[in-house]
Nanobody
């Protein structure tokens, strides 16, 4: 399994920015997609953004235009730049890896991190 460790979650202000990071153990595989998910108390897990092996991203409508997913392949690190934060962005954010295609469906990911908390007030 791929080991994933998130960081960067902290209290933030509405309208402000945060950047989340996810470091993964080295894992080379064709069609290896990664993504960010979030879950707020009492709500279902929501796919936020995903990125394909060649760097193509996809976003949930709720974050499109505000969040940017990227990766540093050499460092095996995934990022989520979060701008124009809203209180409804408050959630536990987790990264996921090893999906065979670009998708926000969490069922297609085989490895998950523990998550990092983002609170926006």
């Amino acid at each position: 399994d791929v080991q994933l460790v998130e960081s960067g979650g902290e209290p933030g202000q509405a309208g402000g920015s945060l950047r989340l990071s996810c470091e993964g153990s080295r894992y080379d595989k064709p069609n290896y997609c990664m993504g960010w998910y979030r879950q707020a108390p009492g709500k279902e897990r929501e796919g936020v953004a995903s990125i394909s092996t060649d760097g193509t991203p996809t976003y949930a409508d709720s974050v499109k235009g505000r969040f940017t997913i990227s990766k540093d392949r050499a460092m095996n690190t995934l990022y989520l730049q979060m701008n124009s934060l809203k209180p409804e962005d408050t959630a536990m954010y987790a990264c996921a890896a090893d999906a065979p295609r670009l998708t926000l469906d969490p069922r297609e990911y085989n490895s998950w991190g523990q998550g990092t908390q983002v609170t926006v007030s």
